[in-house]
């Protein structure tokens, strides 16, 4: 069965540092990899995702995700935090078939 | 251009009553459809896919319904609805072109009362 870890429910980031949030998975054969960012009362977004070819992903807004395949993971990163960056993030798999399972999600605060 | 339409935004209905709430995707033909529900502003609950018109797979048992009457037209539905049947539900859809990843719907605010 697939499944996914995001193991810090709140990340806390002060504006112009770097940021990680942090996801693991698991799943049987190759996995895509996504992450969504949610802003309040709206829908998801796609930010970015992994399917093949170079393990450094990069996405929307400068983030970028690096796949780790011994380690089954799949972190978010971006080099400099902006307020606007604070959201809700979901890191998502879909491996064998239609369905795509979502973390329970990380709520990024970036303080300015 | 390729879009998807969710609606309404918001609803709050008594308990007891029915439920239908509608998605549609606009520059497409023969997506995946999916409704997810978010319960407290967290994690995402997969309650149905479909991957043609017709074809619907339940993955929990529910006191909901979806329907696929048209290729890009998903519904939504409940005959009578329950204080457990609030959140925020989500229509996705996944172009068949990329089969890839999936975007979102803004998503309809659900209050029973």
């Known amino acids: 069965a697939q499944s996914v870890a995001q193991p810090e429910d709140q990340v806390n980031v002060a504006e112009g540092n770097p940021l990680t949030v942090k996801c693991t998975y698991s799943?049987?054969?190759?996995?895509?990899l996504f992450w969504y960012v949610q802003y309040p009362n709206r829908g998801l977004q796609f930010l970015l995702k992994?399917?093949?070819?170079?393990?450094l992903v990069k996405g929307s807004y400068g983030f970028e995700a690096e796949f780790n395949k011994s380690q089954t993971s799949f972190h978010l990163k971006k080099p400099s935090a902006l307020v606007s960056d604070s959201a809700l993030y979901f890191c998502?798999?879909?491996?064998?078939?239609?369905?795509?399972?979502f973390g329970p999600g990380t709520r990024l605060s970036v303080l300015p | 251009s390729q879009t998807i339409h969710q609606w309404p935004a918001t609803l709050v209905q008594p308990v007891g009553s029915p439920l239908s709430l509608e998605c549609t995707v606009e520059?497409?033909?023969?997506?995946?459809l999916y409704w997810y529900r978010q319960a407290a502003g967290r994690g995402l609950q997969l309650l149905f896919y479909?991957?043609?018109?017709?074809?619907i797979s339940s993955e929990v048992p529910q006191n909901l319904s979806a329907s696929r009457p048209q290729d890009r037209q998903f519904i939504l539905s409940s005959k009578k609805l329950l204080l457990s049947d609030s959140g925020f539900y989500l229509c996705?859809?996944?172009?068949?072109?990329?089969?890839?990843?999936?975007?979102f719907g803004q998503g309809t605010r659900l209050t029973v009362v």
């Open positions: 479909s991957v043609g018109i017709g074809q």
């Open positions: 996705a859809w996944i172009p068949l072109v990329t089969n890839t990843e999936a975007f």
């Open positions: 520059g497409t033909s023969n997506p995946n």
């Open positions: 992994y399917i093949t070819g170079d393990n």
């Open positions: 998502a798999v879909r491996g064998y078939g239609q369905n795509f399972v």
């Open positions: 799943v049987s054969g190759n996995p895509y």
